[in-house]
């Protein structure tokens, strides 16, 4: 048989075939097909999907991969108020993706987000006692370094401002973090082992914080991190549903850059953290699974595990939207912990033709939810003296609707109710 391509852009067609592992004469293997439809549908600016027929010979077929190309660009723009009580619940955002030009599979996006303050007034930025209550700017650029193999930067940067409990103290908090990641399938390594990805990679991390009595510049401290990483992924379909499953392994050897040390980190976490020569495990298991009448069950269980008190930037948010809902991120944060998210989903409908609107289309998609969390902070000597351990348990229940409009408006509308304190 023979690999086709229906529907790319012109002079696409070469590449694309040679991203499927399919030889002239040979037998196709599912595991093989099922990979490379995976890692070409990874790019956003498209949908591949591999469909066989009767070949020209005898006991052959041909493989034709159905190309579905979208514009190779984005904007976008929007709300949320998934914020915190400490910053404002309020966050507007804006951004933009984009195809790289003669890099095939290759992209970038970009999103800078604000609190209110941040978009009335964006020369506040950096000036201190007038800082915005929340900034940031998150960048992704992943580069095809061949076929099923990538390398992914994601530099990310997070400005807040607080107000401490006594309203005269004010507190500037900043986050800069570069990650690099290299991400290879598998059976790249070891042919005919089709066993997901292996992802390897380096993390570099600067904090700081600066104190403010009223407006004046009362003091701060500053630290960094430097964390190796690696990781395994895989993803399979059965007959009823979906499972995927990511597991990392995170490691500071302590050094290589300037603040990564025990009296940096204790300096800057009250002698919460000192020691920065760590490791620590995370997780992540998602399950969907197709019931009858349409319905769908959302299953997705995800933790942290480490056996010491970890810097801020690594520790699990156990409250939130993509946490447990019905609290908020400033509810808990542990060490080690776990969250499990469960969905009922309805079958989706459309609304508006529904109502007699024409020329449009719309999808509307509700659920019901049941979260549970569970963390535990590690005791430490801090300068006011010892603190016990913490363990917090979270639950809440609630409902939730996620609504798409012409492929152009998405909204999502949650509404979670507590049922126990965040002890």
Do not use: C
Not at 208 to 222: C, L, V
Not at 261 to 279: F, K
Request: hydrophobic share 35%; glycine share 14%; charged share 15%.
């Amino acid at each position: 048989g023979a690999v086709k391509v229906s529907g790319a852009e012109a002079g696409t067609d070469a590449d694309l075939a040679g991203r499927v592992r399919a030889a002239p004469g040979q037998r196709i293997s599912a595991d093989a097909l099922d990979e490379d439809l995976a890692w070409l549908n990874r790019y956003p600016y498209r949908s591949v999907n591999g469909v066989f027929a009767p070949g020209d010979d005898l006991g052959l077929s041909t493989l034709t991969l159905e190309v579905t190309p979208q514009k190779p660009w984005q904007a976008f723009a929007g709300w949320s108020n998934t914020g915190t009580h400490s910053t404002g619940f309020d966050r507007y955002f804006a951004g933009f993706g984009a195809a790289l030009v003669g890099m095939p599979q290759s992209f970038l996006s970009y999103q800078v987000t604000g609190s209110p303050n941040f978009w009335s007034n964006p020369g506040s930025v950096g000036t201190g006692p007038e800082q915005p209550s929340y900034y940031s700017q998150a960048g992704r650029l992943v580069i095809a370094t061949g076929t099923r193999q990538s390398v992914e930067i994601a530099p990310n940067y997070v400005a807040t401002r607080q107000t401490g409990a006594l309203s005269d103290f004010t507190y500037d908090n900043t986050t800069l973090e570069i990650p690099i990641y290299y991400r290879i399938a598998i059976s790249n390594l070891l042919p005919n082992l089709y066993a997901g990805d292996l992802l390897l990679g380096v993390t570099g991390k600067t904090v700081s914080r600066t104190s403010y009595f009223g407006a004046s510049d009362i003091g701060g401290a500053q630290a960094d991190l430097f964390e190796l990483v690696a990781g395994w992924s895989v993803s399979r379909a059965d007959p009823y549903g979906t499972t995927s499953l990511e597991l990392k392994l995170v490691g500071n050897p302590g050094g290589v850059i300037g603040g990564n040390t025990a009296a940096r980190w204790s300096s800057y976490s009250g002698g919460r953290v000192t020691d920065v020569t760590y490791a620590y495990g995370t997780g992540d298991l998602n399950r969907v699974t197709r019931l009858p009448a349409g319905f769908s069950w959302v299953s997705d269980l995800s933790g942290t595990a480490a056996g010491q008190p970890l810097p801020d930037t690594e520790q699990l948010s156990l409250g939130g939207l993509y946490a447990t809902r019905g609290y908020t991120l400033d509810d808990a944060t542990a060490d080690t912990g776990l969250v499990w998210r469960n969905e009922l989903r309805t079958p989706t409908f459309a609304l508006l033709p529904t109502l007699g609107v024409k020329g449009v289309s719309d999808q509307v998609s509700p659920y019901g939810f049941f979260d549970l969390g569970w963390g535990r902070s590690y005791g430490y000597q801090g300068i006011l003296g010892t603190l016990p351990r913490n363990d917090s348990s979270l639950a809440g229940v609630g409902l939730g609707v996620d609504y798409t409009l012409n492929r152009n408006v998405t909204a999502t509308l949650v509404g979670g109710f507590a049922l126990t304190d965040a002890t």
